[in-house]
């Protein structure tokens, strides 16, 4: 994707507007796109790239209200899909009390039946004691793990949002388009960032491509 910025950012500046506007109101026609496709099979990310690139090319945009709006838009996205995430972990949340509600019904129905020998009233109270075990194991053993596993899924997900933002906020700040990607570099995970070297590589393979 920071190829790809690479190339967007460097033909903004070398070419016309009527130029570049062919390829940001049909990406999925444009020759820049379709080198890659894995970028472009990501509908809103196009989406969003082609929305503030053509902020860009206008050129009466303010770098610090577009990245304002920019935030906006990545804090809009991070809520819709968090809120998969906030339902499970209300459950989770939940789940341990509605276990103790279990037993505390458990252990009316008990003492219901304290003329029993003890081996009836045994069996009821560990029933009732079920209860409260069942909700704190499906809480922490499973709802509360798998929120936080769509969490981090998910941030993850919209995070190469900010790294779109920051490439493109650095541009407008007047970064030349190899700076402006070392801007995005920066926001990638640090177990996932690619080194300067292997950037400077891309994008070479990027610019000979382009070229032939």
Request: net charge neutral.
């Amino acid at each position: 994707m920071l190829s790809l910025l690479f190339v967007l950012l460097r033909e903004t500046k070398s070419k016309t507007k009527s130029e570049m506007e062919a390829h940001f109101d049909q990406p999925e026609e444009s020759e820049i796109f379709k080198s890659y496709p894995r970028v472009l099979a990501n509908h809103d990310l196009v989406t969003f790239i082609c929305d503030y690139c053509r902020l860009i090319l206008i050129g009466t945009a303010r770098p610090h209200e577009i990245e304002a709006l920019m935030d906006e838009e990545i804090q809009t996205m991070m809520r819709d899909k968090l809120k998969v995430y906030m339902a499970i972990n209300t459950m989770s949340e939940a789940l341990p009390a509605l276990g103790i509600v279990a037993a505390v019904l458990g252990v009316i129905k008990a003492m219901g039946s304290l003329d029993q020998p003890p081996e009836v009233l045994g069996h009821l109270i560990g029933a009732a004691l079920v209860g409260t075990f069942a909700g704190i194991l499906f809480s922490y053993g499973l709802f509360g793990p798998l929120a936080a596993k769509i969490k981090t899924v998910r941030e993850k997900k919209v995070r190469i949002y900010v790294i779109v933002k920051q490439t493109i906020i650095a541009s407008m700040n007047g970064s030349m388009p190899q700076v402006a990607v070392e801007h995005g570099r920066k926001a990638v995970s640090a177990y996932e960032r690619p080194t300067v070297v292997e950037l400077e590589q891309a994008t070479l393979e990027a610019t000979t491509r382009k070229a032939a």
